[in-house]
């Protein structure tokens, strides 16, 4: 009988055998009872600094039967480490109908793999690089300030979430969510994320995962091109029939998976010209802080920082700032990375973003995070931006042109010491910084719009107090943070098609559906799913 026994609190420095024996004990049988004892689910609970522990939630399996069941146990069919394919990807259609699928993030590679799988005819477009080579497109980038405008941070085999922290955690509930997971595994990830409540990958182990699910859809058959934009859509009475790109070549397809990312910017443009209906959403923008790693590690954890199994802290912040005129609004930590560095990550001439990341182990110097305002489509219209769709790009575009002004023309960060910012008086020097290619010491206040700069000191006051030591001379910001998640969202139905053009599936962060690497794989399943039952 297996049983799952959940809030098991576990010292850091607690042996399994000591492990063994109190589960046994709260499960009332003695520890030879004990066929198995596995720890499923782990979260790092560090609220008191005084009595950081694990909360757990171990499998056992007993040869006989509980009854009654003890307090948090209950019994099991299977173990939660178990992968389990969803139905609909295991049958094959009797058919061999062909889909396009636009972008090869987490939502185009999902999509691809489980339509692959079943035998059906896959064709992967990528206006991006292979990530091998797209990584030296980002180095010279860092290195010589030099922008591939479709070859960067953003555009690429792997998508934006590639060159992140590589977050696995998501809210979204669904039960496609541990078939990701274990297909992460499956591909090369740590089986540790299976049990991490908070789980990340990190860019260095994201590349090789990539390129493995690569090698396995070309060896399932799937056309997958790089270097291969997508122009325009090919549309007969209002339904779509395939894809143009930018060669010139059409590519009829019986289904389009439109996966672009959230900074496909002229793939939204020619959307709205095609009469595809979308609207303008909320999204944030702000800066990147940058701190210490072992300041961090000191606020998280006190005097306990330096124990083998904490790692490098990580920490997620919220506040809510009044302002009189534009009323509550939430300021928040975005895309934390421990130990990581920040990147710019322009996709356009003339404008500058940044963004961040961090390797597997987590072992750089610094931490970094965005430090983003929530902004809203009635923001923008005050900000004296017409009404429009694409409105929120519109507003995106004019930071991040503003930020490449600030930074003298060129693709470096301005930047300011944070307590510099909190003064609001630039002191034209910075903090200790590794950035590349260049900190450009400027004054943020100027380049961001007034109600952004105001509801972010407050937001930081908060942080404060919610983390003694945040406001520190040790730390810099540096502009702008732009791209937190798509400004626009695609419509669609109940069938995950797009309301005016059937056969067109708008999934993932670039249509509006996901926040996220899981919740992007996912969106892209539930596309496959759906496209799977139309010819079950």
Known sequence: MRYAIANVQLGMDEEQQAITKRLADQLHVRVNDLKSCICVRRALDARKKNNIHFVCTFEVELSRKLDPLPKNTRLIDHSALEPVTPDIFTNKPGTKSHIVIIGAGPAGLFSALSLAETGLRVTLLERGKPVETRMRDIGRLRSRGELNTESNICFGEGGAGTYTDGKLYTRIKHPFLRHVLHTF????????ILIDAHPHLGTDKLVRIVRNMREYLLKLGVDYR???????????????????????????????????GHSARDTFARLQQLGIKMEAKAFAVGVRAEHPQELINSIQFGTAAKHPKLGAAEYSLTHQAGDPYLGKRGIYSFCMCPGGLIVPSPTETGAMAVNGMSNAKRGGQWANSGIVVQVTPEDIARHGIKVHPLMGIYFQRQLETATFAAAGNQYAAPAMKLTDFMRRKPGGTLAPTRFKPEAIPSDLHALLPDWIGKAMVDGIRGFDRKMRGYITEEANLFGSETRTSSPVRIERGEDMQCITTPGLYPVGEGAGYAGGIVSAAVDGLKAAAKILALHA
Request: proline residues 2%; charged residues 30%.
């Open 185 to 192: 595994v499956r591909f090369g990830a740590r089986p540790d």
């Open 226 to 260: 790089f270097e291969t934009r997508v122009d325009d859509l090919l549309i007969a009475d209002g339904k779509i029939t395939g894809v143009r790109i930018a060669s010139g070549e059409e590519i009829v397809a019986d289904h389009v998976i439109l996966a672009t």
